[in-house]
């Protein structure tokens, strides 16, 4: 079971403190949050003698891949430059939102959905060129543009993509997460593992919200033995994220 513990806590000045992770565990980093200088150096300083896993969250402020306007030739530069981000640094994986939030009263679901496959297949076929495993996450957003069915019915008949399936987001938007663990198996690569209680994307530690890991860790053990786990935590300290990793690894021990 590879841990990876996200930027997220760290993002700009503080990302010094992600030199501090124990080595033995990775990390996953927000591309768009950094220039080509500032990786370069962070990501040498980060990873040096660490034998825990480097991915990567691809771009996605400002990027609706549903959308009609969507600035799709922009948005395929900035992946191709985290691409390559992914191949010089030896990454695992890159992380995609394949949609953003409902843009505007009335819009048209199915059209989105079409839209945020034809672009998400093209941003795929970019990285499979470049030997880069892109990862298709869920996403939080209350007015859902995809539900659970509207998202496997997209992507799930694509047998070529693969998945990185937000407990967080799962949980806000009411998914059955053994069912959709269930139907795509294996080609769920990692999770990003967070909690929260319906209300919003709180990114709560494991042990800080109401889900029950014991059965998440036990359909996980069944469905999706090798994916990667990303704790995408909102707060640190690190000190307080290792302590919360004891709890994980006792939990998929147990399960």
């Known amino acids: 079971m590879d841990i990876i513990i996200s930027h997220l806590p760290y ?103 079409r839209r945020a496959l034809e672009r998400t297949l093209i941003l795929d076929e970019m990285a499979r060129s470049l030997g880069v495993e892109l990862l298709v996450e869920n996403m939080p957003f209350t007015d859902q543009i995809m539900d659970q069915e509207a998202f496997l019915r997209t992507f799930g008949p694509e047998k070529h993509l693969q998945f990185l399936i937000d407990t967080g987001h799962a949980i806000l938007n009411h998914w059955d997460m053994a069912a959709v663990m269930e139907e795509l198996g294996t080609r769920i690569r990692a999770y990003h593992v967070h909690d929260n209680y319906g209300d919003y994307d709180a990114h709560l530690k494991v042990g800080e919200g109401p889900t029950d890991w014991k059965k998440f860790f036990r359909d996980y053990k069944n469905y999706t033995p090798d994916a990667r786990l990303v704790l995408e935590y909102a707060q640190g300290p690190i000190e307080d994220i290792t302590k919360n990793i004891s709890l994980v690894e006792q939990l998929y021990k147990e399960a």
């Open 11 to 113: 993002i700009g000045y503080s990302v010094f403190q992600m030199t501090e992770i124990p080595k033995q565990y990775g990390v996953e980093i927000f591309a768009e949050y950094g220039d080509d200088y500032y990786w370069k150096h962070q990501l040498k300083k980060i990873m040096d003698r660490r034998t825990g896993k480097l991915s990567i969250h691809g771009p996605f402020c400002e990027i609706n891949l549903a959308a009609e306007d969507c600035a799709f030739e922009e948005v395929k530069e900035s992946f191709r430059r985290t691409f390559d981000m992914v191949s010089t640094y030896h990454a695992v994986h890159c992380v995609l939102h394949p949609h953003g939030p409902v843009p505007y009263p009335g819009f048209d679901r199915k059209e989105g959905c």
